[in-house]
């Protein structure tokens, strides 16, 4: 009975993570939410790898979506004409370009990992950044601008760099991955469409490294794996896949007709939410806010 319910806990969170880590809307902050009515009664040690490394489960929904523009190698036409003439240019250049805007925040977060766990993390410092990046969203949308980038093969190196260093915010919790790159990209002068794109291919290295990282101070602090948290590990892994193809579908078809107005509406609404929530457990319950 306790395994069913983890597994139930758990593909409620492969759900919140299939839609909030691509929606620029927060993952955190729905975590925050969701933590305070789904506990596993596993170790902090295990659930501060489990929010990271369920993750996984969203990157691998990219890399099936977009296997064609992300896969660097044409298909063997039988001719033996080198290793350099089976190469896609434009998709390794692609590449270079997602490696360039991932230094920032792979140098930062590394450094900062820890600091940011210890401090950051919490109830009020996630809800005043869905607030912020909400009010962000909304004035830049109300801005008049025309894109001077539309495709992903015309973004430059200088682009993807400011790009990566908006990743960087993204760091603290509550600010969105995709919601901080995203509008990175929008200031950049890309388009709503080519910025989400970007964000996504982002993702991939940026959120591998995480969960690597969370996975060796996970096993380095001597802990392991019962088979409940491997199977509720999988479990949200699984559902964060299957989910996050409907949600990365759903906003490139969103992007195309409408602005990001209504994600910065639903942010702001969130973090008040979340800090209500706050209040009540620390002025009214007197018991330390949960995160």
């Not at 980038?149 to 991955?177: E, H, M, N």
């Not at 996970?218 to 989910?243: M, R």
């Amino acid at each position: 009975m306790d395994l069913f319910l983890s597994i139930l806990k758990s593909v409620i969170y492969g759900v919140i993570e299939g839609i909030t880590e691509w929606l620029p809307i927060s993952s955190t902050g729905h975590m925050i939410l969701a933590e305070q009515v789904l506990k596993f009664g596993y170790t902090e040690d295990f659930m501060e790898m489990f929010r990271v490394v369920i993750q996984l489960g969203a990157i691998l929904a990219v890399v099936v979506l977009y296997f064609h523009k992300l896969w660097p190698f044409c298909k063997d036409n039988g001719r033996d004409t080198g290793f350099a003439a089976h190469l896609r240019w434009p998709v390794v250049r692609l590449w270079f370009k997602i490696i360039v805007a991932c230094v920032p925040a792979a140098v930062l977060g590394i450094l900062l990992d820890d600091w940011m766990d210890a401090h950051l993390y919490n109830s009020v410092v996630v809800a005043l950044m869905l607030i912020v990046y909400g009010v962000a969203f909304i004035l830049i949308e109300r801005r008049p601008r025309v894109p001077t980038t539309t495709k992903l093969s015309r973004i430059t190196y200088p682009q993807a760099f400011k790009v990566g260093c908006w990743q960087v915010l993204s760091l603290i919790p509550g600010t969105s991955r995709s919601g901080s790159t995203i509008l990175g990209g929008m200031l950049c002068g890309m388009s709503r469409p080519a910025a989400s794109q970007f964000t996504f291919f982002l993702a991939i290295p940026v959120m591998a490294g995480a969960s690597l990282l969370k996975l060796v101070k996970f096993f380095g602090k001597g802990n392991s794996f019962t088979l409940d948290q491997t199977v509720v590990l999988i479990v949200g892994c699984a559902v964060a896949f299957i989910v996050s193809i409907i949600a990365i579908r759903f906003l490139m078809d969103y992007v195309k007709r409408h602005t990001f107005t209504a994600f910065g509406v639903y942010r702001i609404a969130l973090g008040i939410v979340v800090l209500v929530i706050w209040g009540v457990q620390t002025f009214v319950l007197k018991a330390p806010a949960a995160v």
